[in-house]
C-alpha cells in the first residue's frame, strides 16, 4: 500500500512538472512569435492584419498581399478607398512611403494621379495637380519647374489671388507680389546710426552696420537711403508714382501698399557714399558680401520674370546669416528658396 502511494505521488509529480514545463514553453513559444512580427512589422503585408477584420473585402485580397502593413489609424479604410480608386499596390507602397500625411489625406478624396511622377518632388501639393499639369503643358517645362512657379502664384497675374501673411515678424517672411503684409508694423524698429530717420528692426539694423563697418574695411563706401516704411508711407509713394509714370510702369518698380519688403524693418536701400546711385562696383561687392552679414540683393535681372521687379542692386533684404548663405549657394530667387525649404 505504502509502495503504491509512493508510485502514485511520483507520476503525479512527473505529471506535474510535464505540464508545467509544457505551459511554459508554449508560452514562450507565443512570447516569441510576438516578437517576430515585431521584428518584421515593415515586411508584413496588410493581409494577415485585416484578413479577421470587418474591412476585409473578398476581391481586394490579392492585393492586400503586397501592400506593407503600416500601423496607422484607419489605415484598413484608406486602403480600401485606395484601392477602390485604381491604385495599384506597389502604387499605394510609394504613398505611404513618401508622401506627407497632408498630401495622403487630400489622395483620399481625389481622382488617381499618376504618383510615380510626385512622389519625390517634396513642395507639391495635391490640390494644385491640374494647375502643374496645366502650366507644365503651356510651358513645355519639367514637372519641378512646373510646381515651383505655380506654387509662388506666378500662373496667374501679379497682383491676383492674394494670400494674407499670416505670421509677418519671421525674418524669413516673404513678401512679394501675391503675399501681402496687411497694415503690419514692426514692434522693435531701431535707427540707424547714419540718420535715425532711418530705421530697421532691431537685428536687421545691427546687422547692416556690421556691413557698412566691414565694407568699410574693403574701401566700399555706402550708406542708407530708404529703410523701413510704413503702409501709409508707401501708400503715398506708390500712387506718386502712379501718377507720373502710370500703373502699369510703376508696378515694375514700385511695391503696391501691403507689398513692400520696406514694411517688413527687414530691407534697405542703399548708395554709394557721394552718389545717388549705387555704383556698379559697389553692386558688385554687396552682391558678393551682403549674406556674410545676413542680407540678399533681392532683385536681380535674371529674376525679374519671378519677382515682377526690374533688378535692383541697392535693395538689400535682411534674413539672417545661415538662410541668406543658403540663398546665395543655391542661386535661388527668394520666392523659390521659401517654397521649397522655409513654407
Ligand atoms: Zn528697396
Known amino acids: 500500500m505504502r509502495k503504491k502511494e509512493i508510485i502514485l505521488t511520483s507520476i503525479f509529480i512527473l505529471l506535474l512538472v510535464s505540464f508545467s514545463t509544457y505551459f511554459s514553453f508554449i ?3 507565443n512570447k516569441q512569435e510576438d516578437l517576430s512580427v ?20 473578398a476581391e481586394y485580397e490579392k492585393f492586400y498581399s503586397q501592400i ?4 496607422e489609424h484607419n489605415f484598413f479604410k484608406e486602403i480600401n478607398i485606395f484601392l477602390n480608386l485604381q491604385y495599384t499596390p506597389q502604387e499605394i507602397n510609394t504613398i505611404y512611403d513618401f508622401l ?4 495622403k489625406e487630400k489622395l483620399l ?27 507644365k503643358s503651356i510651358h513645355n517645362c519639367s514637372l519641378e519647374e512646373a510646381i515651383l512657379k505655380v506654387n509662388i502664384g506666378l500662373n496667374h497675374d501679379f497682383y491676383t489671388q492674394i494670400e494674407q ?18 497694415n503690419y508694423e514692426p514692434s522693435d524698429l531701431k535707427s540707424l546710426s547714419y540718420d535715425e530717420k532711418y530705421k530697421l528692426r532691431e537685428k536687421a539694423a545691427d546687422a547692416f552696420e556690421e556691413l557698412i563697418s566691414f565694407a568699410k574695411t574693403e574701401n566700399v563706401y555706402i550708406r ?43 530691407a534697405v536701400d542703399v548708395w554709394s557714399e557721394g552718389h545717388t546711385e549705387i555704383t556698379v562696383n559697389d553692386a558688385k561687392w554687396l552682391s558678393e558680401n551682403a549674406h556674410k552679414y545676413g542680407f540678399i540683393v533681392r532683385y536681380t535681372k535674371e529674376n525679374e520674370k519671378i519677382t515682377g521687379y526690374i533688378e535692383e542692386p541697392w535693395h538689400l533684404r535682411y534674413l539672417g546669416m545661415d538662410v541668406a548663405k543658403d540663398v546665395v ?13 522655409i513654407k
Do not use: C, W
Open 68 to 71: 506593407n502593413y503600416h500601423p
Open 27 to 29: 508560452k514562450n513559444k
Open 38 to 57: 515585431m521584428k518584421n512589422e515593415e515586411m508584413e503585408t496588410v493581409l494577415s492584419y485585416i484578413k479577421n477584420t470587418k474591412d476585409f473585402k
Open 165 to 182: 501673411i499670416e505670421i509677418q515678424e519671421d525674418y524669413t517672411v516673404l513678401v512679394n507680389k501675391y503675399r501681402s503684409l496687411g
Open 224 to 266: 542708407p537711403y530708404s529703410a523701413y516704411r510704413s503702409f501709409e508711407y508707401q501708400t503715398a509713394l506708390y500712387n506718386k508714382y502712379v501718377e507720373k509714370d502710370g500703373k502699369e510702369l510703376a508696378d515694375t518698380y514700385s511695391a503696391r501698399p501691403g507689398h513692400s519688403e520696406h514694411q517688413t524693418g527687414l
Open 329 to 341: 549657394n543655391k542661386r535661388l530667387t527668394y520666392d523659390e528658396y521659401y517654397d521649397l525649404y
Open 109 to 135: 478624396s481625389h481622382e488617381k494621379i499618376e504618383i510615380q511622377n510626385y512622389y519625390n518632388i517634396k513642395n507639391f501639393d495635391v490640390d494644385k495637380i491640374k494647375r502643374y499639369e496645366d502650366y
Open 100 to 103: 506627407n500625411s497632408k498630401n
